[in-house]
């Protein structure tokens, strides 16, 4: 590649993630379905005919932003299973792996959020194939497994759609969570709750909430796994 078409291509993909981060911020307010073109491009701050040297439709991008969302995700689930020992070691990383994630990247989560049951086939079904292209990377982790000998195939793999379900469902909770505002924060003269009622709840114990319930619905997965074949 000459010097000149390397430069080309670095603006090209410049271009292609202006695109990508600026209709991330616009799906902060709304459903991809409603997503404009122009609107778009006029928030990457590029002409209208740019963004087809890039995707072919609104929702072809939003295909391009659920590999970016997911993608990443493999490989850290992907190490929890395999380089833990024990349940409760387990919980505890794919918990503080999705706080760290959602943390991270909070625009991401909710995209996919909204849009997993949203009205953008393509973008519906892109988020379906990679998340079971997540349970058969944990069905397969989970296998190798002594606690699974006896399983079946079939069974094994809705084992890991479960995990999943609940690693995913985690996920949203802890958006929510850090997204939570108190009634107080939203009404100052509200600032005290009325006698006999409990004040309302800050973000940082909505946190606390969700770690809480991801660990017991985890440990239940995992003693129900241990006593599947009895």
Known sequence: ??????IRQVRK???????LDAALLLLEEQSLSGLGLREVTRAAGV???????HFRDPADLG???VEQALDSLHGTIGAILTATDGDEERIDRTVRAM???VRAYPAHVRFIARERHGGVRPVREAIAAQLRRFSEEVASALAAEPVSAGWSPDDLRMLADVYVDQTVMTASAFLDAA???PETERHPETEHAPEGEHPPETAAEAERRVV?????RLRLIALGRRHWLN
């Open 1 to 6: 590649m000459s010097h000149t078409q390397g």
């Open 13 to 19: 993909q410049k271009t292609r993630q202006a695109l």
């Open 47 to 53: 002409a209208p005919t740019a963004f087809y040297r």
């Open 63 to 65: 295909v391009a932003l």
């Open 99 to 101: 706080a760290e994630y």
């Open 179 to 181: 997204e939570h505002r």
């Open 212 to 216: 809480s319930a991801a660990r017991h």
